[in-house]
């Protein structure tokens, strides 16, 4: 069983900063690409950045600049840096992975969320 376990979330004032992680367990073969998504109240689900198994990026044109996409792939772990937090930022982000559990099956994987809240 695998599991993708977020921390990181929090109040924020417009302006400031937050580390979000996402942590992998369980089974795992390979994980390919890793990412945040975000969903704020009354709308869809997106993405937020990606990093690939090749440590390529790519980011949503409203974060980049400010947020920054990476991973420890010793520790199956991404991080989502977030800095210059702006008011529209706040939403649930979760975790997304494409996890290999053996050599022919891989599964897309979502975190549980956590609240990003940017206010003064």
Same mark, same amino acid.
């Given at each position: 069983?695998?599991?993708?376990?977020?921390?990181?979330?929090? &109040?924020?004032?417009?302006?400031?900063? &937050?580390?979000?992680?996402?942590?992998?367990?369980?089974?795992? =073969?390979?994980?390919?690409?890793? @990412?945040?998504?975000? #969903?704020?109240?009354?709308?869809?689900?997106?993405?937020? !950045?990606?990093?690939? $198994?090749?440590?390529?990026? $790519?980011?949503?044109?409203?974060?980049? @600049?400010? =947020? +920054?996409?990476?991973?420890? $792939?010793?520790?199956?772990?991404?991080?989502? #840096?977030?800095? @210059?937090?702006?008011?529209?930022? +706040?939403?649930?982000?979760?975790? %997304? !992975?494409?996890?290999?559990? +053996?050599?022919?099956?891989?599964? %897309?994987?979502? @975190?549980?969320? +956590?609240?990003?809240?940017?206010?003064?």
């Amino acid at each position: 069983q695998v599991q993708l376990v977020e921390s990181g979330g929090g &109040l924020v004032q417009p302006g400031g900063s &937050l580390r979000l992680s996402c942590a992998a367990s369980g089974v795992i =073969f390979r994980i390919n690409a890793m @990412g945040w998504y975000r #969903q704020a109240p009354g709308k869809e689900r997106e993405l937020v !950045a990606v990093v690939s $198994n090749g440590d390529s990026t $790519n980011y949503a044109d409203s974060v980049k @600049g400010r =947020f +920054t996409i990476s991973r420890d $792939n010793v520790k199956n772990t991404v991080y989502l #840096q977030m800095n @210059g937090l702006k008011p529209e930022d +706040t939403a649930v982000y979760y975790c %997304n !992975a494409g996890i290999r559990v +053996t050599l022919s099956y891989e599964h %897309n994987y979502w @975190g549980q969320g +956590t609240q990003v809240t940017v206010s003064s």
